[in-house]
Every structure is written in structure tokens, then in C-alpha cells.
């Protein structure tokens, strides 16, 4: 992540995506460890041109997870760059605008991919250390249950 207001200046961009609050029956928040840097979050991505952002939530859960998910609410939209701004391993920085959607699980088994090393339903009182500070801000407004969507 950048904290540097200079370091904006190498984004390459603005990319709009998308991230999934995805609860099981048993109130537990499912969660994805990243490949491309070990940390804990929630499953989304980069909405590809031509897509909608639902259809764009419901692609990247099921490639990242395995799961068939419906659209539920809009959790909020986050573009604040103190924490949508990620450097990653490789150098490539990115201004992400992410719209966060809560998801009702539609079928399908949890199966990984090569940007996916686990998947876990986890209790909201004891997240995965490591978890991305930008998710957790996402979960906890998930749990608010406010009717009016986060801008962030």
C-alpha cells in the first residue's frame, strides 16, 4: 500500500472493482488469502470491460472461490487513496474505486485458482491476521446493516 502523496503520481490508473461480504448460515464471514501477497481478504477484482458490477461480483467469486453468488445490497464504494491505492510486488501501482456488495450464496463448492492459496468461513470476532486494512473497513460496515450504502 502507498502512504505517500508523491507515490500517487506512478499510479498507472484508475480501475474500477468489485469485493464480495459473503456470510454463511452460521453468521461466518467467507474470506480469501491471496496469492500475490499472502494477505487475508475478501474475494473481488478489476470489473473487465463490457460487464456490469454485479456481473462483475458474481465472476470473481466464482473464479476465485468456486461459489455461485446473488446480489443481496451495496455494502459502499471506497476510493479513499490513503487505502485504495496498492503498490504491488512487481512494482505496478493502481487507484482502485471498489464496489463492495453483501452476496446470498447460491450454490457451487469452495475450490481454489492460482490467485486463490485458501478459503475459510471465519467468525467476524476472530478475523485471519494479515487481513487487508481496506477489507476490514469493508466488513465492518457490511455488519452495521445500514440501508444507505458507505462512501468512502
Known amino acids: 500500500m502507498i502512504t505517500l502523496?508523491?507515490?500517487?503520481?506512478?499510479?498507472?490508473g484508475?480501475?474500477?472493482?468489485?469485493?464480495?461480504?459473503?456470510?454463511?448460515r452460521r453468521g461466518r464471514l467467507l474470506l480469501q488469502q491471496r496469492s500475490d501477497g499472502g494477505q487475508w481478504g475478501l474475494p473481488g477484482g478489476?470489473?473487465?470491460?463490457?460487464e456490469s458490477v454485479?456481473?462483475?461480483?458474481r465472476r470473481e467469486v466464482a473464479e476465485e472461490t468456486g461459489l455461485?453468488?446473488?446480489?443481496r445490497r451495496l455494502v459502499g464504494v471506497y476510493s479513499a487513496p490513503r487505502l485504495q491505492v496498492i503498490r504491488y510486488p512487481n512494482g505496478n501501482v493502481w487507484h482502485?474505486?471498489?464496489v463492495c456488495f453483501e452476496c446470498a450464496l447460491r450454490g457451487g463448492e469452495l475450490t481454489t485458482c492460482d490467485e486463490t492459496l485458501a478459503l475459510g468461513f471465519f467468525s467476524t470476532r476472530r478475523l485471519p491476521?494479515?487481513?487487508?486494512?481496506?477489507?476490514r473497513i469493508r466488513i465492518h460496515d457490511a455488519r452495521t446493516r445500514r440501508v444507505v450504502p458507505f462512501v468512502r
Request: charged letters at 25%; a negative charge.
Open 5 to 12: 502523496e508523491r507515490d500517487y503520481e506512478q499510479a498507472l
Open 14 to 24: 484508475i480501475r474500477p472493482s468489485v469485493s464480495a461480504v459473503i456470510f454463511d
Open 46 to 50: 478489476s470489473v473487465e470491460i463490457g
Open 54 to 57: 454485479g456481473e462483475a461480483v
Open 68 to 71: 455461485r453468488v446473488a446480489v
Open 96 to 98: 482502485y474505486v471498489n
Open 129 to 135: 491476521r494479515g487481513l487487508l486494512p481496506s477489507h
